[in-house]
Every structure is written in structure tokens, then in C-alpha cells.
């Protein structure tokens, strides 16, 4: 399933050298790409693997979203670490792709209560 995590203030995106750092330093195994493919709202599109997950992820060309494909868990995982690079002031917004679910990421949340925003549902 793809997971979303996105804020609407467009003025405020995470900018692309950042995310890329970011990635690289917290999910060093992780294989990142830049500007995958021909769809030209993706910008950084990465994967990562760890025992028995996977995850394909990319980031929309204005830095407020990141697509999250992946079990639930690790989509949350991903979605609690962006929190740490949008400013706190922002409200980020964690939800599928149909927006069948939604619910705010705050600052000090685990991951079972990003979790629970799915499960809440």
C-alpha cells in the first residue's frame, strides 16, 4: 500500500539537498536515486530494505510529501522521521494514498501512535 506523509504549506518544503542528506545519514542503507523516471512530480525517489521489509519512496518536486510504498510499519517508521525534518509549526498529515484515513504527526509521537492513525480508521 502507499502511505502519504504531507503538509500543505507550500512556501515550507523540505528542499531536495536535505532530504538526500537526511537520508543518507539516518537510512545509510538506503539506495537513492534523483529524479527517477518520467513522471515530473517525483524528485528523490529511494529504497530500502531491512530483514524482511521493503520500502520505495519519493519525494513530490516541492518537498511537502513524501509517497511511502510499504508495509504499514515501516511506512510509519519513515513518516515519524520526516516529522523531524518539517518544522515543528507545520502540521504534517500522515494517510494513504485515498485519504481513506488521516491524522496529524506530532512532535514525540512513537511509531504504534502513527500506527494507530491507520488503525483508527
Known amino acids: 500500500m ?3 506523509a504531507v503538509f500543505e504549506d507550500k512556501s515550507r518544503g523540505v528542499r531536495r539537498a536535505d532530504l538526500i542528506a537526511a ?3 539516518d537510512w545509510p542503507t538506503s539506495v537513492i536515486l534523483e529524479r527517477q523516471g518520467s513522471q515530473k512530480s517525483r524528485d528523490v525517489v529511494w529504497s ?3 530483514d524482511s521489509q521493503e520500502l520505495e519512496g519519493y519525494s513530490h518536486v516541492d518537498g511537502t510529501c513524501i509517497y ?5 510499519a515501516l ?3 519513515f513518516a515519524l ?3 523531524g525534518l518539517v518544522p515543528a ?3 504534517l498529515v500522515f494517510c494513504d494514498d ?3 484515513f488521516d491524522g496529524s504527526i506530532e512532535a514525540g509521537m512513537s511509531v504504534d501512535d502513527v500506527i494507530a492513525i491507520a488503525a483508527d480508521s
Open 68 to 72: 511511502l510504498d510499504s508495509p504499514l
Open 2 to 4: 502507499t502511505y502519504l
Open 23 to 25: 537520508l543518507e545519514r
Open 81 to 83: 522521521w520526516y516529522r
Open 98 to 100: 485515498g485519504y481513506s
Open 89 to 91: 509549526e507545520i502540521d
Open 48 to 50: 530500502y530494505t531491512n
Open 75 to 77: 511506512a510509519a517508521r
